[in-house]
């Protein structure tokens, strides 16, 4: 009976040995549906791309005014064991566009759901580039991206000037901004927000094409006097004008003494080599300063150095890198499904239907072990019923 029970012993411990240990990857979020422009289906190989905070993490062409049929049109799911962020988390928004033009759907990023979702357009799609194909989504990346034409939508490119992806918003050929643009640096410190129907142009009254946001490792010195609260950063590029002006939000953080009440924002005008106060509101509540303003240049905050028993400045912070915000007060949407209203086939949908999730071979191998140790148990234990 003892060498039965040995074996027994024996069988489960390399059962267990031979169970697979894997790190279970994160399913997609799948979407599917029809896609149409002006009210008609839109043309086969029309470009649809997914995007999460302004990043692009899938893309794929329209077949039969239809996308995501076959393959599924995949929006990652992000990787938590990772630094970087390959897509998205439970909760996030995804904003989706075709042929360059935000659609009037979006979705809240779901782990493993498959989702039918029709997207509709208003006005003249970008052109897809000539022998493009469809991808199933997965990464993102730059699979069936156009360059855009003079006449159709342009866009501005929010650039990160430390490290990072550009960021790219949607902006007329007229410099016409179409939906709110709101960004903030890495640090925290600045928030920049351009509502919709900001005309942006650059020195030369074109639409603009990049905004620049940095950390001047150089600033200029503090009037006498006062002293530099934190770091200064330098707004790009030259000759940047905005109608009506833009959101600037600084926040600040208060140090011997210095009182938020005698807060200054200050820009630097070039020309004079001095130090501008701005009109602004202090929200000694959010420890903010906010204000609006119309061009680029460097923007700081000032304290009385009297305020201060110390006397010193904030060391400036490594890096100012931008990314996209939630805009205020914005509601979840939810993913409009309308199986009614579908324009798939009969056999497509059959087809769709009859796809099914494949099992994770470290679940297989799961069950299998599980199975295994409880008979072996249930055996141990009837052997030792019976001694």
Request: hydrophobic share 35%; no cysteine.
């Amino acid at each position: 009976m003892k060498l039965i029970n040995g074996v027994f012993l024996g069988i489960l411990f390399l059962t267990l040995l031979a169970i697979p240990v894997y790190a279970i990857p994160s399913p997609p979020n799948a979407f599917y549906g029809a896609v149409i422009s002006d009210g008609k289906p839109v043309p086969d190989g029309t470009v649809v791309s997914a995007r999460i905070n302004g990043i692009e993490y899938a893309s794929t062409t329209t077949t039969g005014g239809q996308y995501g049929i076959e393959p599924w049109f995949n929006v990652p799911a992000d990787d938590p064991d990772t630094a970087e962020k390959e897509g998205g988390v439970n909760g996030e928004i995804i904003t989706f566009y075709v042929g360059g033009i935000k659609a009037n759907q979006e979705a809240t990023f779901q782990w493993g759901a498959r989702v039918r979702l029709d997207l509709t357009v208003t006005g003249p799609l970008t052109p897809s580039p000539t022998g493009s194909s469809g991808g199933g989504g997965g990464g993102g990346g730059g699979s069936g991206s156009v360059s855009p034409t003079p006449s159709a939508t342009q866009f501005i490119t929010v650039k990160i000037v430390i490290s990072g992806k550009p960021i790219s918003f949607p902006i007329r050929s007229d410099g016409e901004i179409t939906e709110e643009i709101k960004v903030t640096t890495d640090d925290g410190k600045v928030t920049l927000t351009l509502g919709k129907g900001t005309i942006a142009r650059d020195s030369a009254g074109k639409a603009l094409q990049q905004i620049e946001v940095n950390i001047n490792p150089d600033p200029p010195q503090a009037p006498a006097g006062m002293l530099l609260l934190g770091n200064v950063y330098s707004f790009g590029p030259d000759g940047a004008r905005f109608n009506p002006g833009l959101k600037l939000e600084f926040r600040y953080s208060l140090y011997g003494g210095i009182k938020a009440r005698n807060l200054i924002l200050v820009y630097y005008d070039i020309a004079t080599g001095q130090w501008v106060p701005v009109q602004s509101q202090i929200d000694e509540q959010n420890n903010k300063i906010i204000t609006e303003v119309t061009h680029f240049t460097d923007y700081a905050i000032l304290a009385p150095r009297s305020d201060t028993t110390t006397g010193t400045i904030n060391s400036p912070s490594p890096s100012a890198v931008m990314s996209p915000t939630p805009a205020p007060g914005s509601t979840t949407p939810q993913p409009s499904i309308s199986p009614q209203t579908s324009n798939v086939s009969p056999t497509q949908t059959q087809a769709l239907e009859n796809q099914r999730e494949q099992l994770n071979p470290a679940l297989i191998g799961g069950i299998i072990g599980g199975v295994l140790v409880v008979v072996l148990l249930v055996l141990l234990f009837r052997s030792r019923s019976r001694k």
